[in-house]
């Protein structure tokens, strides 16, 4: 089993920044990837971005890239995802999900375990 807790969520104006963490614990030495997604009300859960827990190579959604990045610090069992340029559009409860099977993938389906989520609003 692998507990996850998000943090750093809130409401920031358009344009700002913000950076959430999502803290593991349990067996975490199994995790082979870490993703961060999010969804927004009445939408499906979108993927953002992950990162392999060994390697930090990271794979990001296009809606993000250049304004998001994702990291990790395996000492301390957390995964952070640094947020700048935020849009209106980005507005969601974000969730961190960890993954078990290597292999890369997108699909939240593939995600074994979850976290309760953090809001994220942008104002414009």
């Known amino acids: 089993q692998v507990q996850l807790v998000e943090s750093g969520g809130g409401l920031v104006q358009a344009g700002g920044s913000l950076n959430l963490s999502c803290s593991a614990s349990?067996?975490?030495?199994?995790?082979?990837?870490m993703g961060w997604f999010r969804q927004a009300p009445g939408k499906e859960r979108e993927f953002v971005a992950r990162?392999?827990?060994?390697?930090?190579?990271?794979y990001y959604a296009d809606s993000v890239k250049g304004r998001f990045t994702i990291s990790r610090d395996n000492a301390k069992n957390t995964v952070y995802l640094q947020m700048n340029s935020l849009k209106s559009e980005d507005t969601a409860v974000y969730y961190c999900?960890?993954?078990?099977?290597?292999?890369?993938?997108?699909?939240?389906?593939?995600?074994?375990?979850w976290g309760q989520g953090t809001q994220v609003t942008v104002s414009s």
């Open positions: 999900g960890a993954k078990i099977v290597s292999g890369p993938t997108s699909r939240y389906a593939d995600y074994n375990y």
């Open positions: 349990g067996r975490t030495f199994s995790t082979y990837a």
């Open positions: 990162i392999r827990w060994n390697s930090g190579s990271t």
